[in-house]
């Protein structure tokens, strides 16, 4: 009996002190915790916030995380009430229904608390407009954003040489199609062009959404009844099914961006339409089509002016204890200074991308990038809140800026993958996601 | 010194075992019970938290995908745990004995069992499977053939074999350890002479170990019902919900749509089935092979 | 004539061995050559390096690393510690102890490990962040802790069941005292089988992603967490991917390797020949 008693008291004591060794010290400078996906930009700035911390004696913890895990952490921390993140990474996406629940503050009382001289200096007018309107809501911008992209077609100029053909400057899908057929296996085993096939909202229906809205369709009309039925829709689907088919690569669904990019960077496939950051990794050192790449808008069909727009921007979460503190990061992370700052410390070709017209105007930026001007155009006239060519409620390119989205784009981009992958017939796969995006429509409230 | 396990004293060493377990494990459960009941979106906070009885519940079973995700769950157990049973069987004997090197061949064959099922699903997607430029696709161009769609329309029996793949070690350390503890003299006792190994197999080592391919059959079809990090990193449950099973569908449910009440009801479900299964399984084992207990 | 069959055929069963042991751990063989290699090389595969390099160990191992090295062993080997002190005694009691209704009390326990992880985690999370254990070492534990004493309860069961009868009466005829006879002959019988499940549960720990990630923030953070950070990225990762799950897959493998020579060992006296 006594030697049970001992075992116990041991455990006790010892479950104790683990407990005790697990809680920390709560004293000392600021301590800011920062929740962030795990693209290069982010990286580095994590490299480079050691400054940050040497001038304002404000430290940070860095929690780097995927896209699908960071979303998932944050909302789960903000919308279960822990709200242990200060400063949260979020899209353009997220931004303007984090801002309509309240889980991230409206930044407008902060700038206007700014110094007159401070607030010159940030220079909010630089940041790209349509980015910065992408992340507000109700007119009050929610973050800052530290990384912006589109999308362009990328091409093989040697290729498109041999062949003796001519990319114009705004082609068109079917001319992209042509082209495709053209170059597959114009040397052995490449594709003709290659394109995401990897389930996920944030994959696959990246560039499939722009290729519904250069056809002219829409996930939903004016009312919110959802238009997977339209013709528009449709053709759109068989479209991309049969470019991946006739040119493609051979079983796209393991192939997101990543994928893509390893296939276009070692020189398999002619054509490439994808986000605009990847001109910096195709002309990298270590790329095997370094210098033989050239550029083209994103294709049109009935529509033009495809290009995505999609942002990474930091915002205060609504719990925080140091929102003011929070604040000064946010500034010193996305302002002018900063990305000089990153330009000698690291390199210009590594500065963040797609969020100041001023880093499209220094020449630095621009020896490093031969292509930075047109990625600038390309955000520039992104048409965030008129992406379609039939009206629709929504705003958002390639995503619908519901929070359903998440879901109901995973659906629907699962029943793609399904036809594709020919599995499903077009009739039952479109059925499949007009009724999935129905039930979005009723139960989220959006058609009464 | 059994019957002294009777007294009540001795029944305090289960305390801090039931304490401890009780508190983590069925808190959990009973607060999902409570949020199967709700309904709460977390992403939609205008619509707050309701109460709404078993209309989650209903929603459920009235879903056609809810009964294409639980056959795929059972497709996925029934045959990923007749496989590993197996092979546990056959590489444990394999591993039964004594060469040189029978250490590195032994952690070689364990090994799929120390990596994280995460990155396991990317060496597969990416290096061994993937159709551009995986082991897949040499071998399919050295064969001049197209490359298999392992991850589109063979997504079930890829999730399968990926399964088999990281769980037979599992079943290999468990009939390993069983084979171990068979003497030599029980073996020689029970062999009729000029009996093959096989028949050895069967009617001697076998029906020794028979505690061990219970424990391994009833562990393995819990994890592998709980199996998620695999199709997650690999197929995603698709294409479509070709390859999903009710873990997945329940993390489509809470971490996409943020159904945190649909989520909770399909999990409760999912305990439900798991339940059914297992006790089917047990008592059948404890019919047929009645004479372990003690 | 005979013996040279047998030596034959025992040199075929060895290269068939080595064959299936080859072929069954190629993906992680292949992932220990990818580490070395330049991200650009990792893919398509060759079986050779053409630029060998360290530099994506260099980039994985940075300094920050030591932190989550230190939480996960602190938390796995806390976790093993706590679910073999507690499920051993329990599963001894519950096989010997004649109690009524042994087997539904074994059910009950198994039943609590039916709920997968991921459906686990909202409650969870809730849960502790009303008792204030988001983020903590203890947290965790306790977490891991019980969703795995029932397994051990379990395969320990298994090796208890196996002690032949003879051996457990002689303990009882010598009047030894109970706790005595337990540790001094019923426990080294079952090493093997401690030694096997304390394995098991190491891994499970070591490996779990999912609460390793949601369930803790800065201060608790186990390797799973950091290793997240190289599963996708915009760009190249898998080369970095190979070097930090060869780094993370270290301990497990090690353990594993010393593990073995306690699953070698046979339950009685006379080691086993193949």
């Known amino acids: 009996m006594s030697r049970t008693l001992a075992v116990l008291a041991i455990l006790l004591a010892g479950s104790t002190a683990v407990f005790a060794a697990g809680a920390r010290e709560e004293s000392g400078p600021v301590e800011l915790t920062v929740a962030t996906v ?57 931004a303007p229904f984090w801002g309509k629940n309240g889980w991230v503050v409206s930044l407008e009382p902060f700038f206007a608390r700014l110094p007159q001289a401070e607030r010159d200096e940030y220079d909010r007018e630089d940041l790209l407009p349509s980015i910065r309107s992408a992340l ?143 001109a910096g990794a195709l002309e990298a050192p270590d790329s095997k089509v370094a210098g033989r790449i050239g550029y083209a808008q994103a294709p049109s069909a009935r529509k033009g002016n495809n290009g995505w727009l999609w942002a990474w921007a930091l915002a205060i979460g609504s719990s925080s204890r140091h929102p003011n503190e929070a604040f000064k990061f946010l500034r010193w992370a996305t302002d002018r200074s ?67 989205f998440q879901s109901l784009g995973e659906t629907v981009s699962q029943q793609l993958a399904a036809y594709i992958a020919g599995q499903k017939t077009i009739d039952a796969a479109l059925a499949d996601s007009q009724a999935a995006a129905l039930r979005v429509a009723r139960e989220g409230g959006y058609l009464k | 010194m059994l019957d002294e396990l009777n007294r009540p004293r001795s029944r305090l060493l289960t305390l801090p075992a039931i304490v401890i377990v009780a508190v983590i494990t069925q808190a959990p459960i009973l607060v999902t019970l409570g949020l199967s009941l709700m309904q709460w979106i977390v992403v939609r906070p205008d619509m707050g938290v309701t109460f709404v009885g078993l209309n989650n519940y209903i929603d459920i079973l009235v879903s056609r995908d809810f009964y294409a995700v639980v056959l795929n769950t059972a497709l996925i157990t ?50 061994m499977l993937n159709s551009s ?104 449950g698709g294409p479509g919900y070709s390859s999903a099973n009710l873990p997945f569908y329940v993390y489509r449910t809470a971490f996409l749509g943020w159904d945190v009440g649909h989520a909770a009801a399909l999990a409760v479900v999912t305990v439900a089935i798991t339940l059914v299964a297992i006790s089917v399984l047990f008592r059948w084992f404890r019919r047929r092979f009645a004479e372990s207990a003690s | 004539m005979m013996a040279r069959a047998r030596k034959g055929r025992r040199r075929l069963r060895i290269a068939l061995a080595w064959c299936v042991a080859v072929i069954w751990a190629f993906p992680l063989l292949y992932m220990l050559l990818t580490s070395f ?29 030591l932190r989550y090295l230190e939480d996960s062993a602190i938390i796995s080997v806390a976790t093993v510690a706590l679910c073999i002190l507690i499920g051993v005694p329990t599963s001894y009691v519950i096989v010997f102890g004649r109690l009524k209704k042994a087997d539904n009390l074994f059910f009950w326990f198994l039943s609590t490990t039916l709920l997968p992880p991921v459906a686990m985690i909202i409650p969870v999370f809730l849960l502790f962040r009303v008792l204030g254990l988001l983020d903590t070492l203890g947290g965790m534990i306790l977490i891991f802790s019980g969703v795995n004493i029932p397994i051990v309860i379990w395969m320990i069961r298994a090796f208890l069941l196996d002690v032949p009868r003879e051996i457990l009466e002689s303990a009882d005829l010598d009047g030894a005292s109970r706790l005595r006879s337990f540790f001094s002959t019923i426990l080294p019988l079952c090493r093997q089988g401690i030694v096997s499940i304390g394995l098991l549960v190491f891994i499970f720990v070591w490996n779990e992603f999912f609460f390793s990630i949601n369930l803790t923030y800065v201060n608790a ?54």
């Open chain 1, 136 to 278: 507000s809501y109700n007119h009050a911008q929610y973050a800052l954003p530290f990384y912006g992209e589109s999308s362009m077609v990328f091409y093989r100029k040697d290729l498109f040489a041999r062949a003796g053909l001519t990319m114009p400057e705004a082609p068109t899908w079917k001319q992209i199609y042509d082209f495709a057929v053209r170059l597959k296996d114009i040397e052995k085993g490449t594709y003709g062009i290659v394109l995401r096939g990897l389930p996920g909202w944030g994959e696959i229906l990246a560039p499939f959404n722009t290729v519904i809205n250069a056809f002219g369709g829409r996930w939903f009309d004016e009312q919110w009844h959802p238009a997977f039925d339209e013709p528009q829709m449709r053709e759109a689907w068989e479209f991309y099914k049969k470019i991946l088919a006739d040119a493609g690569e051979p079983n796209p669904a393991t192939n997101g961006y990543t994928e893509c990019l390893a296939i276009m960077q070692s020189g398999k496939a002619a054509l490439w339409y994808d986000a605009t950051v990847t």
């Open chain 1, 38 to 94: 795990n693209n290069p930009d982010m990286l580095i700035m994590q490299q480079l916030s050691s400054w940050f911390t040497r001038s304002t004696h404000i430290k940070l913890n860095f929690v780097v995380l995927p896209e699908n895990e960071l979303r998932q952490k944050v909302t789960e921390d903000v919308g279960l009430g822990s709200g242990r993140y200060d400063i949260m990474t979020i899209g353009t996406y997220d």
């Open chain 2, 133 to 236: 430029f995986g082991f897949n696709e040499s071998f399919a161009s050295l064969l001049g053939i197209k490359p298999v769609d392992f991850f589109g329309v063979y997504s079930l029996l890829t999730i399968i074999i990926l399964i088999v793949w990281q769980w037979t070690p599992f079943f290999v350390l468990i009939m390993l350890a069983g084979f171990r503890s068979i003497s030599v003299e029980v073996v020689d006792s029970a062999r009729v002479d000029g009996a093959g190994w096989f028949r050895e197999l069967l009617s001697i080592r076998l029906p020794i170990i028979m505690n061990h391919i219970e424990v391994a059959i009833l562990l393995g079809l819990i994890f592998v019902l709980k199996v998620f990090g695999l199709i997650f990193v690999t197929t995603r």
């Open chain 1, 338 to 404: 900063y990305i000089s700052f990153v330009g000698s410390q690291v390199g210009w070709t590594r500065v963040p991308p797609g969020t100041r017209a001023s880093t499209y105007s220094n020449p630095s930026y621009l020896a490093a990038a031969p292509f930075a001007r047109r990625v600038l155009a390309a955000i520039e006239s992104a048409d965030y809140e008129h992406p379609t060519l039939a009206p629709v409620p929504y705003v958002g390119v390639q995503y619908v800026s519901i929070p359903e």
């Open chain 3, 221 to 274: 953070a186990p390797v799973p967490v950091y290793m997240a950070s190289f599963m996708t990225q915009e760009g190249l990762f898998w080369a970095k991917l190979s070097a930090i799950s060869t780094l993370v897959i270290l301990p497990p493998s090690v353990l594993g390797w010393f593990a073995q020579r306690s699953l070698v060992k046979g339950l009685t006296a006379g080691s086993v020949k193949g």
């Open chain 3, 37 to 65: 290699k330049a991200e650009a090389d990792a893919v398509p595969p060759t079986l050779w390096i053409a630029h060998p390099t360290l530099q994506n160990y260099g980039i994985v191992l940075q300094h920050q690393i």
């Open chain 2, 78 to 127: 029934l045959i990923s745990l007749a496989a590993c049973t197996l092979l546990g069987i056959l590489f444990g004997l394999m591993l039964n004995q004594d060469f040189p090197g029978v250490n590195i061949v032994r952690t070689l064959i364990i090994s799929p069992f120390f990596v994280m099922d995460a990155v396991a699903g990317i060496i597969w997607r990416t290096m």
